[in-house]
């Protein structure tokens, strides 16, 4: 019997979950909890075998509890289950030390090969899923000062209330955006916002 834990704030989904996962009969939901406090606690107390991580939660996103796990034991088995499927949700994903990575539109048959081929040890990535991991690897990383900047773009900020805002130089800001827009391959402050959205750098709920 597969032993899993599911960690999502959203409490129907998580019904939903539990359902269509024991329904299958060889899989049992040992606990479900709604945030990465209470992920880290119900894997010290029930040692699942495999972890089915959100990536959107209050307080500590699914990266991040994924990263505190792996580092409290590299074994651990984590599933992410998200809405988001830009290359940056992936590769953060990746970079944390998941082991699979589906969205939440996937049919219950794809969400059980997952868990069964990530309880096996194996990593799951669909096609489209490996293809972004793939592009993201090829594609120049962004400097935090970088994505700064972008957040900043996003509110529609000019270059002199970025320059106050960063405190730092309209001469660097310039700087900043045309090494930002080189490495999206774009060619103005649009095109930068719309290229960071799709690919998830970030989320214009953030």
Same mark, same amino acid.
């Given at each position: 019997?597969?032993?899993?834990?599911?960690? @999502?704030?959203?409490? %129907? /989904?998580?019904?939903?979950?539990?359902? +269509?996962?024991?329904?299958?009969?060889?899989?049992?939901? =040992? &606990?479900?909890?709604?945030?990465?406090?209470?992920?880290?606690?119900?894997?010290?107390?029930?040692?699942?075998?495999?972890?089915?991580?959100?990536?959107?939660?209050?307080?500590?996103?699914?990266?991040?509890?994924?990263?505190?796990?792996?580092?409290?034991?590299?074994?651990?088995?984590?599933?992410?289950?998200?809405?988001?499927?830009?290359?940056?949700?992936?590769?953060?994903?990746?970079?944390?030390?998941?082991?699979?990575?589906?969205?939440?539109?996937? @049919?219950?048959?794809? %969400? /059980?090969?997952?868990?069964?081929?990530? +309880?096996?040890?194996?990593?799951?990535?669909?096609?489209? =899923? &490996?293809?972004?991991?793939?592009?993201?690897?090829?594609?120049?990383?962004?400097?935090?000062?970088?994505?700064?900047?972008?957040?900043?773009?996003?509110?529609?900020?000019?270059?002199?209330?970025?320059?106050?805002?960063?405190?730092?130089?309209?001469?660097?800001?310039?700087?900043?955006?045309?090494?930002?827009?080189?490495?999206?391959?774009?060619?103005?402050?649009?095109?930068?916002?719309?290229?960071?959205?799709?690919?998830?750098?970030?989320?214009?709920? @953030?």
């Amino acid at each position: 019997m597969t032993k899993i834990l599911i960690v @999502d704030d959203h409490s %129907l /989904l998580r019904l939903g979950l539990i359902e +269509a996962i024991e329904s299958y009969g060889e899989m049992e939901v =040992i &606990a479900d909890v709604s945030n990465g406090k209470e992920a880290l606690e119900a894997f010290e107390k029930n040692r699942p075998d495999v972890i089915i991580m959100d990536m959107r939660m209050p307080e500590a996103n699914g990266a991040e509890v994924t990263q505190l796990l792996v580092e409290k034991d590299p074994e651990a088995r984590i599933l992410i289950l998200s809405v988001y499927e830009g290359e940056e949700d992936v590769w953060r994903a990746v970079e944390a030390g998941a082991s699979g990575y589906l969205t939440k539109g996937a @049919d219950t048959p794809d %969400l /059980l090969e997952a868990i069964t081929s990530v +309880a096996r040890g194996e990593n799951y990535f669909p096609a489209r =899923i &490996a293809q972004k991991i793939k592009r993201r690897r090829e594609r120049h990383h962004l400097t935090n000062r970088e994505i700064e900047a972008l957040q900043l773009l996003v509110r529609g900020l000019s270059n002199k209330e970025i320059s106050s805002e960063l405190n730092i130089s309209e001469a660097t800001v310039k700087l900043h955006l045309s090494n930002l827009f080189e490495k999206l391959g774009v060619a103005d402050r649009t095109q930068a916002v719309v290229a960071a959205v799709q690919r998830g750098i970030l989320h214009l709920d @953030d």
